[in-house]
């Protein structure tokens, strides 16, 4: 089950990442293609991008499902037990997510 949770967190990273930059809230460097996203917290992009869109559900969603995959990864206490019905629902939340990310 870890590796479904990794992978859940990867990919509202990424989708989160890639709005980040499509809004231009990324700092400007003078080459055209040159992105040092790593100079970002990652809470920090989700907040921007939510607050780009003006939702906060989107945030606290994407917060939720992200802490959440941190915890389990890193050893704290996971909120959700690692069975095949509690991450197939963590799972359908994170593609709602990235879903709603997308629509708006």
């Known amino acids: ?25 990324d700092k400007k460097y003078p080459s055209h293609n040159v992105h040092f ?27 939720r499902i992200w802490g959440m995959s941190s915890d389990i990864l890193h050893g704290r206490e996971a909120n959700i037990k690692l069975d095949t019905d509690e991450v197939l629902k963590f799972i359908k939340g994170t593609f709602n997510t990235i879903e709603k990310l997308y629509r708006s």
């Open 1 to 25: 089950m870890y590796p479904a949770v990794g992978l859940c967190r990867v990919l509202i990273e990424l989708a989160f990442k890639d709005r980040f930059r499509a809004f231009g809230l």
């Open 37 to 63: 996203i790593d100079d970002y917290n990652m809470k920090d992009i989700i907040r921007a991008v939510s607050n780009r869109l003006g939702s906060k559900s989107l945030k606290d969603e994407a917060e």
